[in-house]
């Protein structure tokens, strides 16, 4: 009976990203502020419809920015929902997974400091 208790908990666990577990994501209503291995940097998805924004603080506005890795939403509005879209990280810190927990699409996202080097394209669509 206990190791059926123990795996049901495990199975519970894995719904969450590797982040949600291991290392803080905030959430703000539709949008869940996501941490990279840069202490400056983080990834702000908007749940409802997969966009995504590179954030940058700094102590000098120069350094300090925000800047979108995707222009337009990867559904149409009347199929966004609060908590469709996750990132999951990879093994590059530059390198994340999107996944759309509706129907699952995915898509490989890349933060850079360098504008031309950002970019999400589909895996699986």
């Known amino acids: 009976m206990l190791s059926s208790q123990i795996a049901f908990a495990q199975s519970q666990d ?27 940097t983080f990834l702000k998805l908007d749940t409802r419809d ?5 954030l940058q603080w700094s102590q000098e506005d120069a350094t300090r920015f925000e800047s979108n890795l995707n222009l337009w939403p990867l559904v ?5 929902k ?5 990132l999951y990280p990879t093994q590059n810190m530059y390198e994340f997974i999107l996944l759309d927990q509706i129907n699952g699409n995915t898509w490989q996202v890349q933060w850079s400091f360098e504008y031309s080097k950002r970019l999400i394209v589909p895996i699986s669509n």
Do not use: D, H, W
């Open 76 to 80: 149409e509005e009347n199929e966004r």
């Open 14 to 40: 894995s719904a969450l990203s590797p982040f949600e577990t291991s290392q803080e994501v905030i959430e703000a209503g539709n949008f869940k502020l996501y941490p990279t291995e840069n202490m400056y």
């Open 82 to 86: 609060p908590n469709r879209f996750i």
């Open 50 to 54: 997969g966009t995504i924004k590179q």
